[in-house]
């Protein structure tokens, strides 16, 4: 498996404002996804972050509002931009080595109140 | 594209007894289906998975079958303990490497 690091690991925000999510992980890795999961619920993909280029982001969710940065192998960014209540949520980040397995290992969550 | 359906959303066992929680997906393309485990405040863990050329595969207490023809999975949990409570989350893999999920699963295990 792979070790991957979030921060912050929680938050509580203002209306309005914007958050930057971190994602270290110890070891390159071909795939890094974020993923949403709200109060109760189950995980939604928000976009696969692409080193070099432009996140490719699900039905739903834009690049304006979820900005996503991928400088490298081992590190991305995700940002909650302009923020209501509606975004509160856990932020996931999740990784895929580039063995083929399919394994996905997710990080431990970034949970954020939007008040 | 997949949709992963998933039950029951609550289960409460007794300690010792066996869980079994069930999924079904519509895409007949998808190949590879795993199991997580979020216990809270954490991340979903992975616990096990299985491909389509497989019909079970066991890890301990833990086992999943899989029916390809009738699209289900199943997880199965035996001798039950008080840490395995838990949500539980399967997962199809939808073709362009996209995990879909389920709905998940809240298990109890009582003492």
């Known amino acids: 498996s792979a070790v991957i690091s979030q921060k912050p690991s929680r938050d509580i925000c203002q209306r309005g404002t914007s958050l930057t999510i971190q994602c270290q992980v110890d070891s390159q890795v071909t795939m890094m996804f974020w993923y949403r999961q709200q109060p109760g619920q189950s995980l939604t993909l928000i976009a696969t972050?692409?080193?070099?280029?432009?996140?490719?982001?699900e039905s739903g969710f834009v690049i304006d509002k979820f900005p996503i940065s991928r400088p490298n192998l081992t590190f991305s960014t995700l940002t909650v931009s302009n923020m209501s209540p509606e975004d509160s949520s856990i932020y996931l980040c999740s990784v895929k080595r580039g063995d083929n397995t399919g394994e996905l290992f997710f990080g431990e969550g970034s949970r954020l109140t939007v008040l | 594209g997949e949709n992963v359906e998933q039950h029951p959303s609550t289960l409460s066992v007794q300690e010792g007894d066996s869980a079994v929680i069930k999924c079904t997906y519509s895409d007949s393309a998808s190949n590879y289906f795993p199991w997580y485990k979020q216990e809270l405040g954490k991340g979903p863990q992975l616990i096990i998975d299985?491909?389509?050329?497989?019909g079970e595969k066991k890890d301990q207490r833990i086992a999943v079958t899989l029916n390809k023809t009738a699209k289900h999975f199943s997880l199965h949990i035996t001798e039950t303990q008080p840490e395995d409570s838990a949500v539980y989350f399967c997962a199809g893999l939808e073709y362009g490497n996209k995990l879909v999920f389920g709905a998940g699963t809240i298990l109890r295990v009582k003492s």
């Open positions: 299985i491909r389509s050329n497989v």
């Open positions: 972050a692409n080193q070099g280029s432009e996140a490719t982001y």
